[in-house]
């Protein structure tokens, strides 16, 4: 399991594929990666605050948690912080399991606690000024079927 | 007690400061949230709405009844927005 | 959308890269990769038969399924044929969406149909002989929840 | 009518070959089955049980009791194994 919270760019095509490389033995792979989405000019980038410590601690734990809910053999999760620009990928997850469910399972449950119990708070910097993003009720809710 | 209070996303910018050290007698969250909006303007507008507001206790998240006692480190802020 | 069914190996990262860069506008991006399971030495490799043809118009049929019912914004199938290595990827599937759920949704309904609805075959190649991979009820069962 | 038959995975194997052209009045998969079946000793095993059996008729997966009208390529499999 590797855990890399980072402020530089990562290479989701070579992170894929040494994933991949390290899986000897499973027969299934799940990678999930966010983008800054780019709404035809109207985001200029983004700008993702965390806090530095417990951001580490609390995906540990999340991973720990997926391992043992999951028939995992092996888990990444990439989460960048700092200033991207449209299109640029701003974290990554990838599970291995030896069937397909278990790698889908511990892909969205990771997903979804990354998403309201890690410390990160996004700014979306638009043409008209920077607006953070609001926690929506649905990524809460999904919190409930784990 | 000596206490350092982390501030992030809007709270921090309404707080004009991402951490600061606090001497306190309070004994939960909710006493510490009590003398922190009474400090200053800034401080009353991130602390006027609870409802989007969470806190962590030595970087685990907490309740706003959790008690302080041994907590060296108190962060503020909004509903996470990871991922 | 592009679908290649292939003999040749295919690189896992090189693919997941470039459906990335095209994926513009998308914010979530899900891949699922298919291995030959390395079970400590009893599995010497696979071969996998296919029906020519209707491989590709089934597949094809799926994709277009798959876009009519999730907010899909692309997807990739890349399906081998032939005799494989153990640990070399069999396929993947990739899918990109706006929001997560549909790209989760659309990859987990891509691999559901293709388990049990695209014409491949699988034999396992162990130290004994070769054997006939056996279709399980659970793939076909998976199919009635979409 | 001539009919191309193809056969995969282990039926092909119980057959001997991966396609055979059949001329036959059957006007439904089953009947063509019962023919195909009384050729020889590997056609009767592959066709022993159909449970086990999958047919598509110009690479449209069908029913055993689909109408053979306008069918030029019937092949028949075990479940598929793909993904």
Known sequence: ?146 | MIIDVLYFAWLRERIGVNREQITTSAKTVTELIEELAAIDEGHALAFADLKSLRVALDQQMARFDSSLANTREVAFFPPMTGG
Do not use: C
């Not at chain 1, 999930?32 to 580490?56: A, K």
């Not at chain 1, 948690?65 to 028939?71: G, S, T, V």
């Not at chain 1, 990838?94 to 889908?104: I, M, Q």
């Open chain 1, 1 to 146: 399991m590797r855990l890399s919270v980072q402020e530089s760019a990562f290479d989701l095509g070579a992170e894929t594929k040494a994933f991949a490389n390290g899986a000897a033995g499973a027969g299934a792979i799940v990678t999930f990666t966010g983008l800054v989405r780019d709404n035809s000019g109207q985001v200029l980038g983004m700008e993702i605050e965390h806090y530095p410590g417990m951001t580490e601690r609390a995906i540990s734990d999340m991973m720990d948690e997926a391992q043992a809910r999951f028939a995992l053999t092996d888990a990444l999760v990439i989460h960048r912080f700092g200033v991207l620009a449209p299109a640029e990928a701003i974290m990554m997850v990838a599970t291995a399991a030896s069937h397909r469910s278990d790698a889908f399972a511990a892909a969205e449950f990771l997903m979804d606690y990354l998403k309201s119990r890690a410390p990160f708070w996004k700014k979306e910097l638009g043409p008209d000024g920077q607006t953070w993003v609001k926690a929506k009720e649905e990524d809460e809710a999904a919190l409930t079927r784990w």
